[in-house]
């Protein structure tokens, strides 16, 4: 038992000396928008910003006056309303009177293979005519100078894809504690520093903010090819590294935001439909998932009281590392960085969203999404 013990925390120590430190250097490493300077009008292509709204009455008026206020010479904004039951569509409507550039889509029937989101972004895209195009969510706001900023990036960097990590604004303890460390697992899990190297297998999609040339959308299959794929956004950048073009990620912080889940309640729910789609549907791939978390994020705070010797030096490296980096993505997204003692209950929750996400996709048979269901054998001949 001794040897299991000094063996498994060597193991965990070397986990985040290895792979921990050298993501938080190759997260540190990321270009950072706010240092890229705004492209000038002769160096803007024209850009269609696209977006599908489901009832999205309480978030939308924030975002569109962020929208109204982008300082970029070729732009249209394309907005679906995707079904609504509130004042979404009516919202749009009035909107797209005011302002010559910004132009309504109202979506009234799902046809079948498709869930409504990736359906309502390919009307979007079929009603847009942008060089370059700009996926984006209905809650999620904008600083002025981001599209020439991004445009200049991609182009400096000579991208055919450009997602931006956002800014999430957290409101209350237990929602902070919760995407405080999702923030650092999604690091962790996503290799975001690799996503520019062709020759790495990493590749990444945040809904809030992905950049890519028209033609580049076009030759990997536009949305039909993710008509029932639940995490569309961080497929289309597998796609895009499928298909053998140039990718990157660079960090928002204020110049794109979101508020994305309400409350701890709403940030649980708002997973349940995400979480097993993420490992595929695979129940044996979000148990090692599972069993990694406990193993990697919690039995070094055991580890570390329990142990001794030796064993309990490498549990208290692993933990320190692990500390460190929770406090770096505390202090990205504005929040104290005494968050990171919050790190073993963080990562309770994320345990308890990936069982419940799987047992109630389970359950249930498939997934609940924009007042859709979505049997699950359909879903899984869906993913990308």
Known sequence: ??????????????????????????????????????????????????????????????????????????????????????????????????????????????????????????????????????????????????????????????????????NVEMHDFWETVALTFFGLAFYLGNAPHRVSNAKSAAYMGVGAFQLLKRSVYERIGTHRKLAMEVVDDMKLGKLVKLGGFRSGVAIAEEFVSVRWHSGLGNVIRGVTKNFFAVFGYNLAFAALILIGVVTLQLVPFVGVFVAHGWTRVFYALAMLIMLGM????????????????????????????????????????????????????????GVV
């Not at 792979?19 to 492209?39: D, E, F, M, N, Y």
């Not at 749009?92 to 309504?104: G, L, M, S, Y």
């Not at 419940?356 to 249930?364: C, Y």
């Open 1 to 166: 038992m001794h040897i299991f013990g000094f063996v498994l925390s060597l193991l965990i120590a070397s986990f985040w000396v290895f792979l921990g430190l050298q993501t938080a250097h190759g997260v540190r490493k990321l270009p950072r928008i706010r240092a890229i300077s705004p492209a000038p009008d002769r160096q803007c292509p024209g850009i269609s910003l696209l977006f599908a709204a489901r009832d999205e009455e309480a978030k939308l008026p924030d975002a569109l006056e962020t929208l109204a206020e982008l300082d970029y010479p070729q732009l249209e904004v394309i907005a679906v309303d995707d079904r609504s039951q509130d004042a979404t569509g009516k919202l749009i409507d009035e909107f797209a009177k005011k302002h010559p550039r910004f132009h309504a889509v109202h979506v009234t029937d799902l046809p079948s293979g498709w869930l409504g989101k990736p359906h309502a972004l390919q009307q979007a895209y079929e009603a847009s005519s942008g060089e370059w195009l700009v996926l984006t969510d209905a809650d999620v706001k904008f600083e002025r100078s981001v599209l020439r900023r991004a445009i200049a990036l991609a182009q400096q960097d000579q991208l055919d894809h450009l997602t931006l990590i956002a």
């Open 326 to 381: 929770h406090a770096g993505v505390d202090l990205a997204n504005g929040v104290s960085p005494l968050y990171a003692l919050t790190h073993p209950v963080g990562a309770l929750l994320l345990c308890y969203m990936i069982v419940r996400s799987v047992a109630v996709t389970l359950w249930r048979g498939g997934v609940t999404w924009r007042g859709t269901f979505y049997p699950l054998k359909e879903l899984k001949k």
